[in-house]
């Protein structure tokens, strides 16, 4: 099974500033046939179902803003959201779809400070 | 608009077997680019992925829940579900049903079902 690994647990981050999400994978997600990394990033709220953002690493679901970005290939992989706003507080996963079993990371919680 | 809904009992009884349904709307579920999940979390922990079926009927499940699952598909139906046998209290967890496409993973999730384990 591919582990996936994030960081930190916990963020805590001014409104307006950036916050910068950790995920590790424990063998590469990167489809050599097509050079693309089968890495999904979700965002989760109380009480919702989670929510795709980003997938293939760094592709922006339609209507995500823009202040979202995903980088990173292989085994290393970053969510980076640009000038927090209220509304992001939740919940972040990242998720290889590469091979089965698919699994999760065991989450960021996003807070403000 | 493709919208899920997951339908079943939200109490069993250890032992007992978890049978739960999901119906899928707006779209259809024959279409090989898409498959479709199982998804649990317990109450207030991550995602753990249960499994998924295509619509040929192949599986894939978690192997530490592999003995006791089984998904399955009715297309003509637009439903799929999930059956989890010999259910102890570490069961009980919100679950939900996802369509998945393989360049996206789960892109549409249901609302969740809570479902607890307890006598």
């Known amino acids: 099974d591919i582990v996936m690994t994030q960081s930190p647990d916990s963020l805590a981050v001014s409104l307006g500033e950036g916050a910068t999400i950790s995920c590790k994978s424990s063998e590469t997600v990167l489809y050599t046939a097509d050079n693309k990394d089968y890495l999904a990033w979700y965002q989760q709220k109380p009480g919702q179902p989670p929510k795709l953002l980003i997938h293939?690493?760094?592709t922006r679901e339609s209507g995500v803003p823009d202040r979202f970005s995903g980088s990173g290939s292989g085994t290393d992989f970053t969510l980076t959201i640009s000038s927090l706003q209220a509304e992001d507080v939740a919940i972040y996963y990242c998720?290889?779809?590469?091979?089965?079993?698919?699994?999760f990371g065991q989450g960021t919680k996003l807070e403000i400070k | 608009q493709v919208q899920l809904q997951e339908s079943g009992p939200g109490l069993v009884k250890p032992s007992q077997t978890l049978s739960l349904t999901c119906s899928v709307s707006g779209g259809s579920m024959t279409s090989t680019l898409y498959y479709w999940s199982w998804v649990r979390q317990p109450a207030g922990k991550g995602l753990e992925w249960i499994g998924r079926v295509y619509p040929s009927g192949s599986t894939n499940y978690n192997p530490s829940l592999k003995s006791r699952v089984t998904i399955s598909v009715a297309t003509s139906k637009n439903l799929f579900s999930l059956t989890l046998t010999s259910v102890t209290a570490a069961d009980t967890a919100m679950y939900y049903c996802?369509?998945?496409?393989?360049?996206?993973?789960?892109?549409?999730w249901g609302q969740g079902t809570l479902v607890t384990v307890s006598s």
């Open positions: 996802a369509r998945g496409r393989a360049v996206t993973g789960a892109d549409y």
């Open positions: 293939w690493a760094s």
């Open positions: 998720h290889q779809y590469f091979s089965a079993p698919l699994t």
